[in-house]
């Protein structure tokens, strides 16, 4: 079963990359990792050894719960209410996939998600030099947002947000590992490439979410980890980036001058004036969020924040669940702030949460970008054994 999990969670991650079909790529997710998560929690029941999970979860669990229940008071939705509420089951599953790769072989755990991270920054490096290398597009300023391979369907994101997002959260993986004490010479080297090939990507896509966010966490990582690697790593950033800052300083003043950085003050203006009378509960997951620009060509189809939108679906009490969730993660990391897994997996966290201010349509999804972006970070911080459980045990070697 571990096994079956664990490619489920290879595909899950970089199927996209070698996966030309949504659909193919969605049922691989099913198979492989959901449906054993399932007959593993059905036998825990009939066995009756599930025991309850830590504290931790039960904020995410109602959070999951309420948003499918948002779905009963929804208007004109694309899909019905079970069609869209059951993508929690899902989470769920999820999340109990983690659960039990982590508490049964935290070795093929992280295999599974390191060999993940190796084939995107494979395919971002293979991307960048098809794109600019081959297909000779241009490197000004926005002249050109990647957001896909450029063969076939393959590595194609549709969208160079969604694309940034995506390799900016892959990224800070790859930086933990090359950052962390831990980590032999040799491997350091080749993960700080596979970050320099991730962060090159999120760059030309010019998505300023993903920027802030990969920054930030950049810091962090390096002050997390506390290596001399780190710092030195952190040095060079500091000056690439003043360099790029020098070369582009006129567009980073139109930016900001004109675009206010994120373009996006007239939905949120929208989003405030459409939620008279619907703060609590929202208008239900599903309702269609349409936001037309005054050229009337452009329709905005969410509200291009997260945390907005889900107000909007599901009301200040989904967003008041979630956080409630966040804190407690927050919570145990700090807690467990010396262990491998939280120093890998709270920054990707944050910077999904830093991404999702400008960006991300909605985390209750079935399997997708976002459950890469957001769910994982989660759902590894969720699995690691509380201080009570690993105080007494020696610690798991991962074959570094």
């Known amino acids: 079963m571990v096994w079956a999990l664990s490619l489920g969670l290879f595909i899950q991650l970089s199927g996209k990359i070698w996966l030309e079909s949504t659909s193919a790529r969605n049922a691989q997710v ?189 810091i962090l990582i390096v002050v997390i980890q506390n290596s001399r690697r780190g710092w030195l790593v952190l040095a060079a950033v500091v000056l690439v980036a003043l360099v790029a800052i020098i070369l582009s300083w006129d567009h980073l003043l139109l930016e900001v001058q004109r675009r206010q950085l994120s373009g996006r003050a007239k939905i949120w203006e929208y989003f405030y004036s459409a939620m008279t009378d619907h703060w609590t509960i929202g208008y239900g997951l599903g309702t269609p969020f349409s936001f037309v620009w005054p050229n009337e060509v452009a329709i905005s189809p969410h509200a291009h924040s997260l945390y907005l939108q889900q107000i909007y679906d599901s009301g200040i009490v989904s967003l008041a669940l979630m956080c409630a969730g966040l804190l407690g993660l927050t919570y145990k990391a700090w807690q467990l702030r010396s262990h491998p897994w939280v120093q890998l997996a709270f920054p990707a966290l944050v910077f999904a949460l830093i991404a999702m201010l400008t960006d991300v349509e909605r985390i209750f999804t079935r399997p997708g970008d976002y459950w890469t972006v957001f769910w994982l970070p989660v759902a590894v911080l969720l699995a690691v054994p509380s201080r009570r459980k690993t105080e007494d045990k020696p610690p798991v070697s991962d074959g570094r």
């Not at 899902?90 to 190796?118: E, K, N, P």
């Open 30 to 218: 099913y198979i492989w990792l959901l449906a054993p998560a399932l007959i593993y929690c059905v036998h825990k029941i009939i066995s009756r050894s599930l025991r309850w999970p830590d504290w931790q979860y039960v904020p995410w669990l109602l959070y999951l719960l309420w948003v499918a229940l948002s779905t009963l008071w929804a208007t004109d939705a694309d899909a019905g209410a079970w069609s869209l509420a059951k993508r929690g089951l899902f989470i769920g599953l999820y999340l109990m996939a983690i659960h039990c790769l982590m508490t049964q072989h935290q070795w093929l755990l992280r295999r599974a998600l390191l060999a993940a991270v190796a084939v995107i920054a494979l395919s971002a490096a293979v991307s960048l030099v098809y794109q600019f290398g081959v297909l000779d597009r241009p490197l000004s300023f926005r002249g050109y947002r990647i957001d896909r391979l450029g063969i076939g369907n393959f590595a194609n994101f549709g969208w160079p947000v969604a694309a940034g997002i995506f390799h900016g959260a892959v990224a800070t993986w790859a930086l933990g590992v090359a950052l962390d004490k831990r980590t032999r010479p040799a491997l350091s080297l080749f993960w700080l490439a596979a970050f320099v090939a991730l962060a090159g990507y999120v760059l030309l896509t010019y998505t300023r979410g993903a920027w802030i966010a990969l920054a930030v966490c950049c």
